[in-house]
Structure formats: structure tokens, C-alpha cells
């Protein structure tokens, strides 16, 4: 039944803390970040701008999973390791651009290890410093906000230097008295100054068009880019060093133990057998809890009690 409970919590995207005393569970509680308010909006917005999404955890797996199928992340990668993130992150941008969004502490070799890192305002200052990009309201629309100005302003650049090319294609011939011989065109110095002074107004005028975007507003965005990955080939390369240990709990009658001195020898020579974690035992109730973390047979077990001087009752 703890089980059953155990893996409903973490389905639900909870992760369960057990409490227990002598061995004995006295019971559970489910912890669980609270999902931002515009996170699954942010995620839908990501993917139609063709930017894929992937998260980035140390949670377990199953946790992990339940909180990525509710926000509608493309791939989850959980059981990361503080020191392994920046591995990831590694591996990640051999499929492309990869861009890093943190808050912490163990988030800042990530954020300095991706092609743009994006830091929470209100996170560390170290991972604040590791970033390109800080996003001052904390919210996670804003990073939809900065790849639609990121885009739009290149996309104001290269018009800026098209036609600025265009135009000294065509100007700096006619000052330079090129088509004098052929069609007997000229420029006036003055006209030359005032079509200079026009040239950076025009450019001016068009990078200031940047102000009038709502970055904000999907709507905005011309065209929606698709994004080709395919993210269950994605490989990722790390040293993932958690691994799941079976916990069990064995009870131990024995009769024979007067005082506190009995219980710790019982306790001590139950903690010395290969396989078991700890050991409570009580003279009050008759009886030994061990912890184990592989099977132990009871015959070993109770050898070891009765070869302290005790008795196992059955």
C-alpha cells in the first residue's frame, strides 16, 4: 500500500518524503515545485516558433516526467546531477543552438557552457553573472519575448545593410564623376551631404521600428518556423550516478534484553552483517528492526543475535 502510494505521488509529479522512527513509517509527505502561471503557455509559444523545448532535472524519473507532460516539454532529462549539467548541455548543441534557462546555483556552468544562457532575475548572482540574457520580470513568456526581439532585430539588420549597400552602389559612383563620360550626370557636393545625412536617417528610422513590435503578442511573429529535430534520437552523453537502492526493513523478536546496554549490543552486532544499513532494537518491546540494503537471510540474522547471548523467538 506505501508503495502504491509512493508511485501515485511521483506519477502526480511529487516527490515523497518518508518519516519513520524505529523502524517504523509514521508517515508521507509529497513536495512538488508549483508550475508559473504562463509556463505551459510559454512552452506552446516556444514550439510554434519552432524552438525546442527539453527539461533539464534532477528529480527522479517518474517526477520528472508527470511535471514535463504537464507543461508539454519535447523531451525530459531527469536524475542530472548538479556537476553534470553543463555535460548536457554539451551534447545538446551538437543537434544545433542551445539555449539554457536557470535560476541557480548549479544552473551557472550550464548557463556559461550554452550559446545563450538565460538567467531569472530574481535567481543567484552567480547564475546571473553566467548569463547573456537576464530577465528581469522572472517569467518564463519573457524568453519567448527575447528570441522574438533577437529575431526581428536581425531581421532589421540585414535590412539595414541591404540597402545601405544599395544606396553607395549607386552614390558613391555618381559623387566620384563616374557617369560624367557616358551620360553626363553630376552631383552637387550639397545634394552629396544631404543624401549622406539622408542615408543614416533611413536607417535610424528603420532600427527605431523595433519600438513599435509587441514582443509580447505572438501575433507578431511573420511566419512560424519549424523545427526539424527529432528528439527521440537525441543521445545525450553524462556520468549519471544515481542509482535506485532497494530499502527493506526486517523485525527481530527477541527475548533476553534488560537494559540499554543489551540494546546496543544487539544493534552492534546486527550492523556488522554485509547488508544491513541500521538496526534499532528495544528492550521495552521485546524486538530489533534492521534496514537492509540487499537480502539478508533471517538465519544470519538471528545467528548473530543468538551467538550475542539472546533469544529469537519465532
Known sequence: EVKKQIAEFADNGKTPMLFARNGRLLGIIAVA?????????AVKELKKMGVGVVMLTG????????IGSAIGVDKVISDVLPEDKANVIKSLKKYGNVAMVGDGINDAPALAEAHIGFAI???TDIAVESADVVLMNSRPSDVCAAIRLSRRTLVNIKENLFWAFIYNVIGIPLAAGVWIPLTGWTLNPMFA???MSLSS??????ALRLNLINIRNPKSDKK????????DDIKIDYDNNVKEVDIMTKEIKIEGMMCGHCEATVKKVLESIDGVESATASHEENKAVVTLSKDVPDAVLDKAVIDAGYTVVK
Do not use: L, M, P
Open 193 to 195: 551631404a544631404a543624401a
Open 33 to 41: 515545485d508549483k508550475i508559473k502561471n504562463d509556463s505551459i503557455e
Open 59 to 66: 528529480d527522479n524519473k517518474r517526477t520528472a516526467n508527470a
Open 201 to 206: 536617417f533611413c536607417v535610424v528610422t528603420n
Open 121 to 123: 532575475a530574481d535567481g
Open 224 to 231: 512560424h518556423h519549424k523545427n526539424n529535430i527529432n528528439f
